[in-house]
């Protein structure tokens, strides 16, 4: 407010008494408060009236400011609804934002007025900027106005069809705003969100998620097919969709797949105390028995394994949603690895410490195993907040064992004496949970307990006096040295409560102590009438169980007692006297129930259960708002129990034919035949994929290796394993290096099979996918580098009207070129080999990958970089050095090299602990390119604008054999870096680059002539490289 | 139309004394009587720190937080992750922070309209939309008197009036086109003693929390990466999103290119499980005699395990019983006051001389008639060690790609205490 007034002073001294009286209600909680100043406040709004009118942007901004300050304190100002909404088409980017404020808040009770503003937004809408193209939705939406919902539907379809990421992502946030105005748009709204699913852009997935949680949670079909890519973009998403996307995922998990943990559940529900004396080796043991009959869905493995590092998010929701995704689908002998990070969380702020501390207090219930090791995290400090010592206190008292009771109570002594009462009281009822529930401490607890029962505060005696009531119940046995110590007690305490409990104890054990019993009695009923309700009711039990024990001695008594009781002030009091008068006293009209008094008051009673508040908490989902109440908030989700057989895992499989379909439709009719032209379609989806999809298809290479055994005589099923496959487990994580060079040897064989034509179809299709595979497992290794380059070209996308896209590679060159033979490199042999991945150490960098191999009988230590010689402008990304390289091990690393789009040579010293070699890498020109993907109709335009100096042909041989258009494709690929342009004519054949340095285009076209010639022409700016290139591919087609 | 809606639904800020001084709606608007539910269960609990995170009403839930002597109180109608709504009110918080040099109630009041530009553009329809700091910073430009001043002049506004293109690049975190004429990369390495040591001065419980914050100042698109002596050590982390993360599971190198600005890098901890040296050792002897109305208090704090370097900025605090009406004291060195309202005690000791030992010596005046405290008060202790991180962790180097200059590269090493209490 004060700010305002400074904002006032500047303007003139008149308004400024105008300014106190506003002031004065501002510091009143309560609205109305402003009433009675509401005849200053009209002159006000008179005044902003005109601000905004003017025709100064500074009044009028000015204006909107006091405006927005008032809406914040919660003031009305909806009367200047028509004065403010002229401004929205205003120039100013500030005023224009506060009108969005006022009218996002008020919009919905001025309908009429609002629709004024529309057009404005309608317009927006089609700007070429992205940016204002979004706010323009969000603002929309945001007016709730249901006369808007056809023009809001209209506008949500086309931003979801937009070519910016971000708009998309409005979009997504708009459907759930559309959907909470007007839900009888559902069905449309899903269509869109179907759409929205399929997006790539890790920038969209959350919201849309979060969409499809708002406006559909049940139609988890929708995820199906998208739940692969879920799984792998999860990583790059940002944080807040990653919580939305892992408690959705979470929830599709445990409706798709088997439990891990089934055999477990016959061994019953874990807390009870049995399972207490169950080590973890037991557990794991349990686990590998039930994983001789259980195989886990490759699916369920890739969610588990892709969130696990999510554990190490700063983001103390995504930690806390990774730790419940793990709880609810994890193996058990796997969940542990999740209390580590849960403990870390205990050092964030007080409100994090407790909602983590309840999910680790419901956790610990069950397995105690997995929070033991961090015991000591959950001492009890002094500044400690009551409500998170009281936590931690639970918690601890759930993890005791044999093992650890006696730290534990050593710990609980300190805590009994806290100055911090509540805190001491709840200490009391921990150490009596501990004693009943490891038999070894019981004694050891309730002497502690005694010993309290001397502590000078009331309230710690009050609670050990209820505490030792509950112990003794359990084992009543030999006890009666306690009780005769607590009836000595009685004089001392005056809290109700503990005064109840030892007349109770006295009473129920009389037979025990004989001799105190009645005495204890006696003075009890001196003092009846000025004791509370609770300790009467309990003087009138003890009465009459000493009556029916004792009567000789306590028959006057008790009357006495009962006497008092009949005339007592409260009504409980005097309908029990007259409840066990009748009882126990026998008369004539007494019936036959007198007889079994002593049975009924004296009956053996069950000793309470000493349990965990916490215990029935496990049936909420971890981590959710009705976990923390205990109750079922409204819209919670239920999760559901594990199928018993799980549904078909192929639904998950993304077909190949998806976008395929849209392709073959631009293909021509013969290209279809072939299936091997479908691998093709596969891998250009994939290209358009985020490389980080690649896990799964990684995931089917390996499927695909294992199965071409069993396979390979059947060209037919070729296609259909080469798509994802599910039969067996696929746990192995092998390290990147020995799948790299297991693609190596992979298409070695590759070239020998060529040979041999006839198998080769089906084969090359195997081996290719393989080597796609590994190369992609490393993409994913790089994956957050990655997508960024996708992301990059998204917005490059919507820069350049080319709407041209830089594609993640089809085909990548096996080929090893040698750098450092081992002979001249004493043992360590180098090779290097371009992986055609956009390179993580910087967009114009060409990454190469080295596999370094030692070929001598001893390590060799610290690999590195030494002294480079490049050319001017051509820069180098060093590897890390390797300290150590093992005999017979290889290591690959990848290194990136801006060769500035020449083919000249890199050289560098390659040393180690105690040499250096030189060597030198030299690119092959076709490796200086990126593919890039673009419509034949996009080709072509680029094309014309790329003639003369800029175009280069030849007319080359084709050899017979290589004039089928999948030959075409593949040798061209092979020789070059190139993306397919899907071509409509059968004889051209077109692939669509840029070089990675400066980004020009390169296009490259084959037209197939009359007697197995054809014309090679290319396209692009860098017309030395384009004739380098030329001259490079001239022979690839005429080779047999 | 009452639909069910995710997410945050309302945020009001309340202040110490029960005044609601600003609210904001992202849907329709809910009113302030919400409130009054809050309200009761601050009543309930005993102090502010009580006050229940989550608290369920007929029609809504609040969740709230409480910092800098503001309570967040965020409306909810529908199940959602509580931490979710905690950590994004957190982040608020920061910002505000970040934007004003403090969170408090005047910076909020005195700057509503940034705060309200702030939050409409930190959530959408109650879902987080730009939080990192530099996106928000290249679409609201952080209020500095100079531009204060010159926007009243020129009238300008203190929006961006470029858009800003970092929430559409692959690397969020960061804006574009940064441009410094002396290029900087600071890193603060800081290791906090979490310690409680009982009675006979035996540890009970030590770890060492880390955190590496930096100060970053590079123009253009620097890829940094940043390497330790022993990585190992490092035995739980939690990054920056703009961490590689499978560059450190393979090489232990965090690898990443850095927001603008201040940030925190990486948060650690080295685990329990290794011995935690402790700097400090405490002699005390506080004694409160049996039907006396005073009481002994002798406190005499040493150097120990501080490999070689000074102790300073020691400050012991210590909350004594309620019978304690005042106390007596004379420090050899420092001062000490004791605040007869809160019971507490505090003596800022400074640097340790190993020479001669700091001492707080004295009596200790009692409640006549009230009886002796049982428990004796737990010291609280702070310190600081300037130059070094007791867990021994090392940077290696700092290499940095993708761009030509060379920048300049500091670290500092820091090692204070934590939440370090003594049992007495």
């Known amino acids: ?92 980017i500030e005023i224009k934002k506060l009108v969005y404020v006022y009218l996002m808040r008020y919009a919905e009770e001025q309908q009429d007025l609002a629709l004024l503003s529309i057009s404005t937004f309608q317009r927006a809408l089609k700007d070429p900027n992205q940016l204002i193209r979004a706010s323009a939705l969000r603002v929309l939406s945001s007016i709730r106005v249901p006369i808007i919902v056809p023009i809001m539907m209209l506008a949500i379809k086309e931003a979801s069809s937009d070519l910016s990421p971000y708009v998309r992502k409005n979009a997504a946030h708009a459907i759930q705003k559309l959907y909470s105005l007007d839900p009888e748009q559902k069905e449309m709204l899903i269509e869109v969100i179907e759409k929205l699913l399929r997006d790539r852009s890790t920038l969209v997935a959350g919201s849309v998620v979060m969409a499809f949680e708002e406006v559909c949670p049940d139609r988890i079909d929708l995820i199906h097919k998208n739940y692969r890519k879920l799984c792998n973009l999860l990583v790059d998403v940002e944080e807040w969709g990653q919580v939305v996307i892992i408690h959705m995922l979470t929830r599709y998990a445990r409706t798709q797949f088997v439990s891990p943990w089934k055999t477990d559940e016959d061994v019953g529900d874990e807390y009870n105390e049995n399972n207490f004396y169950e080590s973890d080796e037991e557990q794991k043991e349990k686990d590998r028995k039930v994983k001789k009959t259980y195989t886990m869905d490759p699916d369920h493995r890739l969610l588990l394994r892709n969130t696990k590092p999510l554990l190490q998010s700063r983001n103390a929701a995504v930690v806390m949603a990774v730790a419940q995704l793990y709880w609810h689908l994890a193996p058990k002998s796997e969940a542990g690895i999740i209390s580590k990070s849960l403990v870390r969380l205990l050092r964030s702020n007080r409100e994090v410490q407790y909602i983590v501390l309840q999910n680790i207090a419901t956790m610990s219930i069950q397995r105690k195993g997995m929070f033991e090791p961090y015991l ?131 009473g129920e054990y009389c037979e025990r102590v004989p001799k105190i019993a009645p005495d204890v009695l006696r003075k009890t009923a001196k003092s009846f009438t000025n004791e509370d309700d609770l300790v009467k009711l309990q003087i009138l039990n003890l009465g009459a169980k000493l009556y029916l024990t004792n009567s000789k001695q306590t028959k006057l008594l008790t009357q006495y007692v009962l006497n008092l009781g009949k005339y007592d002030q409260s009504y409980d009091i005097r309908d029990r006297t007259r409840f066990i008068r009748q009882l126990i006293v026998p008369n004539e009209k007494s019936g036959a129930l007198s007889k079994y008094a002593k049975k009924i008051f004296l009956a053996q009673k069950p000793a309470p259960l000493l349990e965990s508040p916490f215990k029935d908490r496990d049936h909420f989902q971890l981590g959710t708002l009705s976990h923390t109440l205990n ?26 034919a998806e976008s395929a379909k849209e392709w073959t439709a631009i293909l021509s009719k013969t290209k279809k035949e072939k299936p091997t032209e479908k691998f093709y ?33 059947s060209n037919e099923s070729s296609e259909s394993s080469s798509s994802t496959g599910v039969s067996s487990d696929s746990e192995s994580e092998e390290s990147t290096e020995k799948k790299t060079s297991g693609a190596a040897e992979e298409s070695d064989s590759e070239d020998i099979k060529k040979k041999a034509k006839e198998i080769s179809k089906s084969r090359s299709t195997f081996s290719s996918s393989d080597t796609e595979s590994s190369s992609s497992e490393e993409s994913s290794s790089n994956s957050k580098s990655e997508s960024d380059s996708n992301n990059d070209s998204d917005t490059e996308k919507s820069r350049n009207a080319t709407s041209s896209k830089v594609t993640t590679q089809v085909f990548v060159p096996t080929k090893m070129h040698e ?117 034949e109709k996009d080709f072509k335009k680029e094309q014309g604008m790329l003639t003369g100096m800029n175009e280069t042909s030849a007319t080359i041989d084709v ?82 | 139309m009452c639909f069910q809606q995710k997410m945050i639904h309302s ?228 990054f920056h999103p703009c961490i590689r993360f499978k560059r450190w599971e393979s090489e232990r190198v965090l690898s990443f290119i850095p927001p603008d600005g201040n940030f925190r890098l990486i948060s650690y901890r080295v685990s329990s499980q290794n011995l935690v040296a402790i700097p400090v050792y405490v002699k005390h002897l506080i004694s409160f005699k049996e039907n006396s109305s005073s009481g002994r208090f002798d406190v005499t704090i040493g150097p120990k395990q501080n490999m070689g370097k000074t102790v300073e900025g020691v400050v012991m605090t210590v909350h004594m019983p309620k019978a304690v009406l005042n106390m007596n004291l004379t420090a050899t060195q420092g001062s000490y006051t004791f605040d007869p309202v809160t019971k507490v005690l505090a003596w800022d000791v400074g640097k340790i001389t190993p020479q001669k030992l700091p001492n707080l010596k004295g009596i200790v005046n009692l409640q006549s008639g009230a009886p002796k405290p049982e428990e004796n008060p737990s010291l609280n202790i702070q310190f600081k060690i300037q130059q070094l991180a007791i867990s021994g962790l090392k940077v290696n180097r700092l290499d940095m790609y993708g761009e030509k200059y060379k920048p300049f590269k500091g670290v500092k090493y820091i090692t204070k205490a934590g939440k370090f209490q003594v049992r007495t």
């Open chain 1, 1 to 92: 407010m004060s700010g305002n007034g400074i904002g006032y002073g500047e303007q003139g001294g008149e308004v400024a008494p105008e300014l106190a009286q506003e002031a004065a209600p501002t510091t009143a909680p309560s609205v109305p408060a402003a009433f009675g100043l509401f005849s200053s406040d009209t002159k006000k709004n008179e005044d902003l009236k005109q601000m905004l009118e003017s025709s100064k942007d500074s009044a009028k901004l000015d204006a909107m400011k006091r405006i927005v300050g008032m809406i914040a304190k919660g003031k009305n100002a909806s009367e200047l609804f028509p004065a403010v909404v002229k401004n929205v088409a205003s120039k100013n």
């Open chain 1, 681 to 713: 379609s596969e891998s250009e989806e994939e290209e358009e994929d985020s490389a980080s999809t690649s896990a799964t298809e990684s995931e089917s290479g390996s499927e695909s290796e294992k199965e071409r055994k069993e396979e390979s005589s």
């Open chain 1, 819 to 935: 750098m450092l033979h081992r002979m001249t490199g004493k043992g360590l042999s180098a090779h290097y080999q371009f992986s055609r991945q956009p390179c993580i150490f910087g967009d114009r960098m060409v990454s190469v990958q080295v596999t370094l191999t030692n070929t001598s009988d001893q390590k060799i230590e610290n690999i590195h970089i030494g002294e480079k010689k490049l050319p001017p402008g051509m820069r180098m990304h060093e590897f890390n050095p390797i300290e150590c390289l093992e005999p017979e091990r290889s290591v690959t690393v990848s290194m990136g090299i801006d060769f500035c789009d020449s083919t000249q040579t890199a050289s560098f010293q390659l040393c180690t602990k105690d040499d250096h070699f030189n060597v030198n890498i030299q690119p092959p020109v076709g490796e200086l390119l990126l593919p890039v993907t673009m419509s």
């Open chain 2, 11 to 238: 945020l009001f800020l309340i202040n110490c004394s029960g005044d609601i001084f600003l609210e904001k709606h992202w849907k329709s608007v809910v009113s302030q009587s919400v409130c009054d539910y809050f309200f009761e269960a601050q009543e309930k609990a005993i102090d502010v720190e009580n006050v229940p995170p989550v608290i369920s009403t007929p029609h809504h839930y609040l969740i709230s937080i409480y910092r800098d002597k503001i309570f967040f109180v965020s409306v909810i109608q529908t199940e959602v992750p509580p931490l979710f709504v905690i950590e994004f009110l957190h982040r608020v918080a920061d910002t505000f922070q970040d934007y004003f040099g403090e969170c408090s109630e005047t910076a909020i009041k005195d700057n509503v309209v940034i705060v309200y530009e702030l939050l409409e553009e930190m959530l959408d329809n109650g879902f987080p939309l730009a939080t990192e700091s530099n996106i928000l910073k290249e679409l609201i430009k952080p209020p500095t008197i100079l531009r204060s001043v010159v926007n009243s002049i020129t009238g300008s506004s203190n929006v961006g009036d470029t858009l800003p293109t970092g929430q559409l690049s692959n690397i969020p975190w960061r804006r574009a086109g940064v441009k410094y004429t002396n290029n900087e990369a600071y890193f603060d390495v800081i290791e906090e003693i979490d310690a409680i040591i009982d009675k006979s001065g035996s540890t009970v419980f030590a770890e060492i929390q880390g955190v590496i914050d930096s100060c970053i100042k590079l123009s253009g698109m620097p890829d940094l990466s940043l390497s330790f002596m022993n990585p190992r050590l490092l035995d739980d982390v939690s």
């Open chain 1, 376 to 506: 000591k995290s959950f001492y009890v400090r002094s500044t400690d907040p009551t409500m998170i010592k009281t936590l931690k206190l639970e918690i601890m008292t759930n993890l005791a064992n044999e093992a650890n009771i006696s730290t534990l109570l050593r710990e609980f002594q300190t805590y009994v004496k806290s100055q911090d009462k509540q805190f001491a009281a709840a200490t009391i009822q921990a150490i009596g949970r501990c004693a009943t529930n490891i038999s070894e401490v019981t004694d050891t607890c309730l002497n502690g307990l005694v010993c309290l029962l001397s502590n000078r505060d009331e309230i710690v005696v009050a609670e050990s006096v209820v505490v030792i009531k509950k112990l003794l119940q359990t084992q009543p046995a030999h006890h009666g040295e306690i009780i005769k110590h607590m009836a000595k007690l009685l004089d001392n305490i005056t809290v109700p409560v503990a005064r109840a409990s030892i007349l109770w104890l006295i």
């Open chain 1, 959 to 1040: 050899a017979p054999q290589n004039s089928t258009s999948r030959v075409i494709t593949e040798r061209l690929m092979k020789a070059a870096n190139l993306g397919v342009v899907p071509s409509g004519q059968d004889k051209i054949h077109r692939f669509a680059a840029k070089t990675v340095h400066s980004g020009s285009l390169m296009l490259v076209t084959v037209e197939l002539k009359e007697s197995s010639t054809a014309q090679l022409i290319i396209n692009t700016e860098k017309t030395v490289i384009g004739s380098v290139l030329l001259r490079e591919l001239k022979p690839v087609l005429s080779q047999g």
């Open chain 1, 631 to 656: 109750s079922r908030a409204t819209g919670y989700l239920e999760l559901s129990d594990w199928p018993e057989v799980a549904p078909d895992p192929a639904v998950r499989n993304v077909e190949v």
